[in-house]
């Protein structure tokens, strides 16, 4: 568990997936990588690829559609990884809940496929970028 | 001025279109609402599509409780007019005939009300789903009124055909 502490300290890597989301959480995502808040300089970094990922940032309430591919990338990730439910969508399905095609916020989804996986909920529409950051060493003091 | 316009364009489609359609009305300037049966429709919106210029907008349905309404909404540009043709279907036939058998540009919006709203598009040549999810349930149509959130659950989806 040593090894897994002091790897997970520095250079999280962020693997990004929208679920159904309306675009606002991913542009928002961008922002982090300007030079005003600049998270690479702690080395947090969007990979490409879930199966480099330490951390998955999932936007958006989740759709019949993205439910299987969500779940999917998730057990293409090495674990232990984090799971963030970014945005009041991916918390609690947001103004989309009543819709016909929402099978469920990200933990309710998450839940079924791994009842043991570690969610960051960062609540907003969009969250601002000092609450993502937060969000995300919360959740890696918790692993 | 563009006032004598319209109103000839009116007159001209009256004459034109009498014996095909229930009702023509201009409630406003650059508007023309045309009522017509269902089996009538696709002569209409040909017409206006052909003979009259008209592009295609959009079409929209909307579940009228006695029937479902599909309007056509047909831009006559060099007039500045739009004309609707409006033509009720009802639930004990829900089936028209397929404007997109001839016309490429309604094949689209043909297939979303197909899915939908459930009406079903006589010799349309591709009916696929178009945005609803692959494992959504057969037989269950979102934007009618009878449909309460609570049809279609979690289990009610088939992942197996969601392709993953």
């Known amino acids: 568990m040593d090894i897994l502490k002091k790897s997970f300290k520095k250079s999280i890597w962020v693997f990004h997936l929208s679920t159904a989301a309306c675009n606002n959480c991913d542009i928002e995502v961008l922002e982090l990588l300007t030079p005003k808040y600049d998270v690479e300089r702690f080395g947090i970094k969007l990979v490409g690829s879930p199966r480099h990922a330490d951390a998955l940032l999932v936007c958006g309430s989740v759709n019949a559609h993205a439910k299987p591919r969500f779940l999917e990338v998730y057990r293409q990730t090495p674990k232990p990884c984090l799971v963030v439910a970014f945005g009041s969508c991916g918390c609690s399905s947001g103004i989309f809940r009543d819709s016909y095609s929402i099978v469920g916020p990200v933990d309710k989804v998450l839940k079924e496929e791994d009842p043991d996986a570690k969610i960051v909920y960062i609540p907003g529409c969009p969250p601002k970028p000092e609450a993502m950051i937060e969000g995300i060493i919360k959740g890696l003091e918790a692993i | 001025m563009s006032n004598k316009k319209n109103e000839k364009v009116m007159k001209d489609l009256k004459k034109k279109l009498k014996n095909k359609i229930i009702d023509i009305a201009q409630p406003r300037e650059k508007r023309i609402y045309i009522s017509v049966e269902p089996e009538k429709t696709p002569e209409v919106v ?16 909307i579940d009228m409780r006695e029937g479902i309404e599909i309007i056509y909404h047909l831009a006559k540009e060099d007039k500045n007019m739009v004309i609707n043709v409006k033509t009720l279907i009802p639930y004990s036939k829900l089936e028209i005939e397929s404007i997109g058998k001839k016309i490429k540009a309604f094949r689209w919006i043909e297939r979303e009300i197909n899915e939908m709203l459930g009406v079903t598009f006589r010799g349309h040549p591709d009916m696929r789903r178009l945005i609803l999810a692959d494992s959504f349930p057969e037989g269950k149509y979102p934007l009618r009124k009878s449909f309460k959130n609570s049809d279609v659950t979690d289990e009610d989806y088939d992942y197996e055909r969601s392709g993953i």
């Not at chain 2, 295609?56 to 349905?61: E, I, K, M, S, V």
């Open chain 2, 46 to 61: 040909e017409y206006l599509f052909y003979k009259y210029r008209c592009k295609l907008c959009t079409a929209t349905g």
